[in-house]
């Protein structure tokens, strides 16, 4: 190998490659340095070999004659170069006249770079070194530094960022959940909570960080024992080890009514998250308004809505008429619903008269008639009656949609329609207590008793049925247009049908009480069980 192509050779192995990834440029650098050691030794063997021909004798470099020259056609493949057993590898000649261009190695392929290690690895030591000259040494020592500069962040050692300034230190450490430090159990949260919630003195407030923050450890808690649905798992070990999550519940529902505790809408909200009992829901709105701070505050309708659907999912229809009398038929939340009216009619006032002030002066000035028009008394009273009449046909309208009296459950005669719009929102949950009550099997299809005896405390009454409608007609026509028809099935067969209805709903009943208590003895057994291991241990 002459000078220049070792000079070429080392030149391509030193400059870095672009455009390829850091695990590539790494695999590259790697042989790049094995091509360096290995060319060294090609280029010492070389040496050696050029001595040995120069003391052998001179053949004649005459031409011989019908022979030429030709340069080397690209176009035409050359034929593999292979090296025969025992002698070693030369490289092939080059044309006279035509100069070496070293590759470019911002194009070279992964392939040549290959070719080139496993070439040079050929005339490499057997002992994996290599012998680099005097000449050599500023080049493998120029390379070494570029490698050492270009290689990737992660084989270097992390160096440390700047410290925090004071600022930053203060955010961070109020940012962390006092609750959650060390490993979370119900005892460490219980005793955190005796010292930070229930040992705040009684002239100070418990701040809300400090509520969340335990509300926070307490949720992650349910959630490891229950899972996300919410239904207990029967032989969880986290029950036996840390509780279980009626003492988690427990717990929240102390915090909510220690009176030092601020509870907001949002902290409801968290509280209603968790699927607490009826019961529980309905105290927690009761300690709720009876804050001082919440005389004349009401809870949200995506807050009360929560425990609403939960108890129309379990068919508690007693739970469900608890929550709209704390809710939608409170004093706090028709004082709330008449404020807004109010607002709404002094917009309304506002916009009236900023039409007729604009009215006037558009009247007045020179853009209608030249002087403008001086008395304008008459045109305002005309617009004002506009304004009246276009507002109390759209209000009369539209009635119905505000005052929900259009479902299943409808107002009393008698009832004034002002009534309607303050009590929107309890005819809505209404309607949904109606339908779920219809669902039933057990009633088929009708309102129960209960349910009636509710909606006619509360000025409600049920809508017309296309049935009792049909019927209602008949003896209006006296069964004229009618065909009577028999039954499709027996009336005897109907009562049957009923009571075994009534079975069905006990037996449902029944399954729900025979299940939790199935879930009890599996984790008493279970916690039985790995008693008796640990004392035969």
Excluded at 95 to 110: K, M, N, Q, R, Y
Excluded at 324 to 329: E, K
Excluded at 465 to 479: F, R
Excluded at 495 to 516: E, F, G, N, P, S
Aim: hydrophobic share 40%.
């Amino acid at each position: 190998m002459t000078p220049g192509q070792l000079r070429a050779l080392v030149l391509q192995a030193a400059r870095p490659p672009l455009r390829l990834s850091a695990q590539r440029q790494f695999a590259d650098r790697s042989t790049r340095i094995r091509c360096l050691s290995a060319s060294s030794t090609v280029r010492a063997s070389n040496q050696n070999k050029n001595k040995n021909k120069a003391n052998k004798p001179a053949k004649s470099s005459s031409v011989p004659k019908n022979t030429q020259l030709k340069r080397p056609n690209s176009n035409t493949q050359k034929k593999p170069y292979t090296t025969k057993p025992g002698k070693e590898s030369e490289p092939e000649p080059v044309a006279a006249g035509i100069p070496e261009l070293p590759s470019d190695p911002h194009f070279a392929t992964g392939s040549s770079r290959t070719s080139q290690a496993a070439e040079a690895a050929k005339h490499a030591t057997p002992e994996g070194t290599a012998h680099i000259s005097t000449a050599d040494k500023p080049a493998a020592d120029s390379f070494i530094s570029q490698f050492l500069e270009f290689t990737p962040k992660q084989h270097s050692p992390a160096s440390p960022g700047p410290a925090p300034s004071p600022q930053q230190t203060s955010s961070v450490i109020t940012a962390t959940n006092i609750f959650m430090d060390e490993p979370v159990t119900l005892q460490s949260v219980r005793a955190k909570v005796e010292s930070e919630i229930f040992g705040t003195p009684p002239t100070a407030r418990v701040s809300a960080t400090i509520t969340g923050d335990a509300f926070e450890a307490l949720e992650f808690l349910i959630k490891k024992w229950t899972g996300e649905s919410g239904a207990p798992r029967p032989g969880a070990i986290a029950q036996m080890l840390d509780g279980n999550a009626a003492d988690a519940q427990q717990l929240i529902y102390d915090i909510l009514k220690f009176p030092q505790t601020v509870v907001d809408d949002a902290l409801l909200r968290r509280y209603f998250l968790l699927r607490p009992a009826t019961s529980r829901a309905v105290d927690a709105m009761s300690i709720f308004y009876e804050r001082e701070e919440n005389k004349r505050r009401v809870i949200s309708k995506s807050t009360y809505m929560i425990p609403f659907r939960k108890c129309l999912r379990d068919e508690d229809v007693d739970g469900a008429f608890k929550i709209v009398d704390l809710t939608a038929n409170s004093p706090q939340w028709l004082t709330y619903v008449k404020q807004w009216w109010q607002k709404a009619a002094l917009v309304w006032i506002a916009g009236s008269a900023g039409i007729v002030e604009l009215a006037d002066v558009f009247m007045k000035s020179d853009l209608l008639v030249a002087g403008g028009l001086e008395n304008t008394g008459v045109i305002k009273v005309m617009i004002i009656a506009y304004l009246l009449n276009s507002s109390l046909l759209g209000f009369v309208a539209c009635a119905s949609r505000p005052g929900d009296n259009g479902g299943k459950v409808l107002w009393r005669h008698g009832v004034f329609q002002t009534t309607w719009y303050m009590h929107a929102q309890e005819s809505r949950m209404l309607n949904m207590i109606v339908d779920m009550d219809i669902a039933q099997v057990e009633n088929e299809g009708d309102v129960s008793r209960r349910v009636l005896h509710e909606l006619a405390v509360r000025d409600r009454r049920l809508g017309d049925n296309a049935y009792d409608n049909l019927v209602k007609e008949y003896w209006a026509k006296q069964g004229q247009g009618f065909e009577w028809a028999e039954p499709d099935i027996d009336p005897a067969e109907e009562t049957k049908i009923a009571r075994d209805a009534d079975k069905m709903k006990k037996l449902r009943l029944d399954a729900k009480q025979q299940h939790q208590l199935q879930i009890d003895d599996e984790n008493a057994g279970w916690i039985k069980r790995v008693l008796q291991t640990q004392t035969d241990a």
